[in-house]
């Protein structure tokens, strides 16, 4: 759903021109292929080369795709790209503003960076809607932290207001899985599935819901 989500919201701007992009943090490579597979020319980068063995399976049938193994705040030369993808990163790091600088400082004026990441407001209010709320007075931190829950949960309004003090203008904002992670029942069958996917695309552009999905979205613009 999420990778449903993040590339209709991409789709205005992929089908304006064919792109040069750079995805940081890319892993598996699945979105790298839906972006190939419309045209456009990537370079794939990850820090875990484990991980990217497995996006070198997956890509196989298109050897003009570039995989590097580096990590985030080693990669140079983005000014090369018209487009800079960076989903679901920001949280894994002990520095997420710090990266978004360097990000920023190596960005080409005029290009986009395409940008999601665990939505830290969200959150809180799920684990409020569970009842959860001994891990809310905790931060949204316990001792044995589980490693597939992010350490560095992003609250969108910070992380805006820091993107346009870098120079950036905001070209679309969404949520993503606006609905579907407070659901008691998930969808069980296509057809459930389809009627939340629907909602999801009607009402993750619009507020009040967009600042509800798990992950936020933005495309930016740097100026």
Not at 17 to 26: K, V
Not at 40 to 65: F, I, K
Request: with cysteine; proline share 4%.
């Amino acid at each position: 759903l999420r990778h449903i989500l993040l590339l209709d919201a991409m789709q205005p701007f992929l089908q304006a021109r064919r792109h040069q992009i750079i995805e940081l943090g890319g892993g598996t490579g699945i979105l790298t292929k839906a972006l190939v597979e419309q045209d456009h020319h990537v370079t794939l980068t990850d820090a875990s080369e484990q991980v990217l063995e497995l996006a070198r399976e997956l890509l196989a049938p298109y050897p003009d795709v570039n995989v590097w193994q580096v990590p985030l705040q080693d990669v140079e030369h983005l000014s090369s790209y018209s487009m800079v993808i960076c989903h679901a990163v920001l949280e894994w790091l002990a520095e997420p503003f710090e990266a978004l600088t360097h990000i920023s400082e190596k960005m080409a004026p005029g290009s986009l960076l395409s940008l999601s990441f665990f939505n830290r407001d969200a959150a809180l209010f799920g684990n409020a809607v569970y009842g959860n709320f001994a891990y809310i007075a905790k931060g949204l931190k316990v001792k044995n932290q589980v490693r597939l829950n992010p350490d560095n949960a992003l609250r969108p309004a910070q992380v805006i207001d820091y993107l346009q003090a870098l120079g950036f203008t905001i070209e679309a904002k969404a949520g993503i899985r606006c609905f579907h992670d407070y659901m008691n029942d998930k969808p069980q069958s296509d057809d459930k599935f389809a009627e939340l996917l629907d909602a999801e695309r009607q009402y993750g552009k619009q507020e009040p819901f967009c600042w509800l999905g798990k992950y936020f979205y933005l495309m930016l613009r740097k100026t």
